[in-house]
């Protein structure tokens, strides 16, 4: 599978924007998808992720509330609504999946084997 991100932006604080992981050359159907952002100079964090198999959703510490991670299945897409956005939200954000993922490896990076390119998101303040 290959994945399209898009949706970033500049946005003010306070401000929302959605992001979208497309899949192309194949579907999402036995796959996790998950957000991860990176701010240049550190490492790239888990935000979200969703198993399409049973539509169960994992968040990052302290992300839940204001981020939420939806599927729309026939877009085979998976979305990244960001709320009440925060200057520290600034980074790039890139989807990924995992094969056949189970529960608890929905949040480890490293077990992502497909990624798209990133999409910046700039929250001013």
């Known amino acids: 599978v290959q994945l399209q991100a898009s949706g970033g932006g500049l946005v003010q604080a306070g401000g929302s924007l959605r992001l979208s992981c497309a899949a192309s050359?194949?579907?999402?159907?036995?796959?996790?998808v998950g957000w991860f952002r990176q701010v240049p100079g550190k490492e790239r964090d888990f935000v979200a992720a969703?198993?399409?198999?049973?539509?169960?959703?994992y968040y990052g510490d302290s992300l839940k509330g204001r981020f939420t991670i939806s599927r729309d299945y026939a877009k085979n897409t998976v979305y990244l609504q960001m709320n009440s956005l925060k200057p520290e939200d600034t980074a790039v954000y890139y989807c990924?999946?995992?094969?056949?993922?189970?529960?608890?490896?929905?949040?480890?990076?490293?077990?992502?084997?497909?990624w798209g390119q990133g999409t910046l998101v700039t929250v001013s303040s």
């Open positions: 969703l198993r399409w198999s049973t539509g169960s959703t």
């Open positions: 050359e194949g579907t999402f159907s036995s796959y996790g």
């Open positions: 990924a999946a995992q094969r056949r993922p189970i529960a608890q490896n929905m949040v480890v990076q490293r077990l992502y084997s497909y």
